[in-house]
């Protein structure tokens, strides 16, 4: 009985005080968080971190079932963005060239599992310094 009343009494004490208690997480919402946690953390948690300059292209990688699609962000350095290609080892040709920021970005969409590819890349101004993410 005593630690119910204790229970009870602080309880009283933080309405008091103006605290609430926040209502449960339905089960769909629980869910969908795990569920797009899980996404993310399969992918971008598989992330490499490399660092510009150290070489001309980054890689070779082979593409993994974590992700569809290989993604990179700039995550440390002096650069404001970074521009990279995707080189698929098959064609041995950049897709496209895409300005990449500090947020994650899609370089290429919708690459099978297994593909051998590298990262050609510059930085926005000669001299600049950039720590990458690439998530594949």
């Given at each position: 009985?005593?630690?119910?009343?204790a229970r009870a009494?602080?309880?009283a004490l933080l309405v008091t005080l103006g605290f609430t208690v926040p209502a449960p997480a339905s089960a769909a919402t629980a869910a969908a968080t795990t569920t797009a946690t899980a996404a993310a953390t399969s992918c971008y948690g598989g992330a490499v971190t490399v660092h510009y300059?150290?070489?001309?292209?980054?890689g070779p990688y082979l593409t993994t079932s974590r992700c569809n699609d290989i993604n990179m962000?700039?995550?440390g350095g002096d650069a404001e963005?970074?521009?990279a290609c995707v080189k698929f080892a098959k064609t041995g040709v950049c897709n496209r060239w895409t300005k990449v920021g500090w947020s994650w970005t899609t370089i290429a969409t919708?690459?099978?599992?297994?593909t051998r590819f590298t990262v050609p890349n510059g930085v926005d101004l000669e001299g600049s310094s950039a720590t990458i993410q690439i998530a594949f």
């Open positions: 009985m005593t630690a119910r009343f009494s602080l309880v300059g150290e070489v001309l292209d980054f962000r700039v995550v963005y970074v521009v919708d690459v099978l599992d297994g």
